[in-house]
């Protein structure tokens, strides 16, 4: 992804990275298939992830999101065809329903490798796909202040995603199990206060000599200033089985960062909001999605999640309308709270036909309104 767009120049460009787990048609388990499914993918928006049973799709940056989406949606057209070919399913969700631990592998570079001798189970049980979006910040210090500010307001953007009930083979009771999985790892949670990019790389210099991490791009902060790219990037989110609430994330997110880099321009400061509410509103959505309450961080109360959605979209509502997104978002946002997280919809299939049921609702969910 080359972001040339920058600040101030109509709307702020914008890319996704989208997670895909590879599954057996008949099985209905995940399968160490991307060298077969990437080897069917000339693109080169394609590349491998850490588990050889997933693929991650790279869109190019946009300045409309009308175009984003139609980008996405080649990206999965191309996807669903080379498994098509290969007997295989492709799914967008946070995680799948079974998964055979012992016949799974971890992809054979010098970096995963390391990895898994340093993290040993939880590299081989990162079964989990994630949505991801990068917003263009040229300036890192502006990414750093801006990424702190806006970290109140991605649980919400969480519960969105929320697809993610089931973990080898039990209903774990959240929306987002997936939420519970990274959270184990060290480097994960808000992005801490810094007064800028140099106490942040002094950060990610010490976890280095330090050997927890090997390289930048094992910080994994809920927003992050990208290791490789000039761009604030969005990782709480799950991967999404419908295409239209990726391009809505993405909506959101953009108008978001945009927002609060009008709030720091202007001095505004930023709501007090404790590390540790935080915490807590990630946790409460990684545990409702979209059918429970969600903590509002302004006040530290428990509302409806519609009701925190529709107060998130009236926040930033003009930098939507300057964006040309206020009329897609808001519609793709009631269509989500009517259509329900994804994690709803799968508990649903369950009761319907268990776990083959699940994958199927997903597999059908990834390949919908894609052209």
């Not at 910040?137 to 109140?152: C, E, F, K, M």
């Not at 720091?264 to 429970?292: C, F, I, K, N």
């Amino acid at each position: 992804m080359s972001l040339e767009l920058t600040q101030g120049i109509g709307p702020v460009a914008i890319g996704v990275e989208e997670e895909f787990h590879i599954v057996d048609l008949e099985s209905r388990r995940l399968v160490p298939q991307a060298d077969s499914l990437l080897s069917q993918l000339s693109c080169e928006q394609f590349v491998a992830e850490l588990q050889c049973s997933m693929v991650e799709a790279n869109s190019r940056p946009h300045a409309r999101l009308v175009d984003l989406a139609g980008d996405l949606a080649a990206l999965r057209r191309s996807a669903v065809a080379a498994a098509d070919g290969l007997g295989l399913g492709i799914v967008a969700a946070g995680t799948v329903p079974v998964a055979d631990l012992e016949s799974l592998k971890v992809t054979p570079n010098p970096r995963y490798q390391d990895m898994l001798d340093d993290y040993q189970m939880l590299v081989r049980e990162q079964l989990i796909c994630g949505t991801q979006v990068h917003v263009d910040i040229g300036d890192r210090d502006l990414a750093i202040i801006v990424g702190r500010r806006i970290a109140p307001w991605l649980p919400a953007l969480l519960a969105l995603s929320a697809s993610s009930p089931f973990w080898l083979g039990l209903d774990t009771g959240y929306a987002s199990y997936r939420t519970m999985l990274w959270s184990r790892w060290p480097t994960t949670g808000p992005l801490g206060a810094f007064t800028g990019a140099a106490e942040y790389g002094a950060m990610i210099e010490d976890l280095v000599r330090t050997g927890t991490i090997s390289d930048p791009g094992m910080i994994y902060h809920d927003v992050r200033p990208s290791a490789h790219l000039p761009t604030l990037e969005l990782r709480i989110t799950d991967a999404c089985p419908r295409l239209e609430d990726v391009v809505l994330l993405a909506g959101l997110f953009r108008a978001i960062v945009g927002g609060e880099i009008d709030a720091v321009t202007e001095g505004r400061p930023a709501p007090h909001v404790r590390t540790e509410v935080v915490r807590a509103a990630t946790w409460r959505a990684a545990r409702s999605g979209l059918e429970g309450e969600l903590v509002d961080p302004l006040d530290g109360t428990l509302v409806p999640a519609p009701q925190l959605l529709q107060g998130l979209l009236e926040r930033y509502r003009e930098r939507l309308e300057a964006a040309g997104d206020w009329d897609l978002v808001a519609e793709l946002a009631q269509a989500a709270l009517a259509h329900g997280s994804s994690a709803a919809r799968q508990r649903q299939a369950f009761a319907r036909g268990g776990p083959p049921d699940v994958v199927d609702t997903l597999i059908t969910e990834t390949r919908t309104n894609i052209g």
